[in-house]
């Protein structure tokens, strides 16, 4: 097999890239070499990835939700998104601001960072409203029932509109 990109991958174990980087993410999988700013997956590496798919270490919401597909922020994606320089910032944090119990994103976009410090006091920042909106669900102190919301789409999805022609 070699060396695969994270779309080959990605296709490959029939998965969405977003699940791989989950598992990078949350330590599940070790990190994958970098070559010319792309990710390369070793098939020591893709093996790996394998069996914990197997162990079913992938977040369990997925089971839930199928087949209606859902977001996640980082797959929400547009020029000067920080998602590649998340664990640069990570390290920066941990190394050198401790005891914080708040985090200020004041140009958040996509919320790719603040994602990283959900487990803290968030205040988010964008100029788009879509992306004010985006921020609310994603960040929001409001308990959701996923179930329940794809009962609602479930039940759209299902009226049929009487065509006057």
């Not at 969405?16 to 970098?34: A, C, E, F, Q, V």
């Not at 597909?69 to 920080?82: E, F, H, S, V």
């Not at 990283?116 to 920042?125: A, G, Y």
Request: hydrophobic share 35%; aromatic share 8%; net charge positive.
């Amino acid at each position: 097999m070699g060396i695969l990109t994270t779309v080959e991958v990605s296709k490959k174990l029939n998965i969405p890239r977003s699940s791989l980087y989950y598992l990078i993410n949350t330590g599940r999988i070790s990190s994958p070499d970098k070559k010319s700013n792309r990710t390369i997956w070793s098939s020591k590496l893709v093996s790996q990835v394998q069996d914990t798919i197997e162990q079913k270490h992938l977040p369990k919401r997925q089971d839930t939700i199928l087949p209606y597909r859902t977001t996640d922020i980082n797959n929400r994606r547009y020029l000067g998104n920080k998602y590649r320089l998340l664990p640069f910032i990570k390290k920066v944090i941990a190394d050198n601001c401790n005891d914080i119990d708040s985090i200020a994103d004041i140009f958040a976009g996509t919320g790719a960072v603040s994602t990283l410090f959900k487990d803290r006091k968030i205040i988010t920042n964008d100029m788009m409203y879509s992306n004010f909106i985006c921020h609310l669900a994603w960040f929001g102190s409001e308990n959701i029932s996923r179930e329940k919301i794809i009962e609602i789409i479930k039940n759209y999805n299902e009226i049929k509109i009487k065509k006057d022609i």
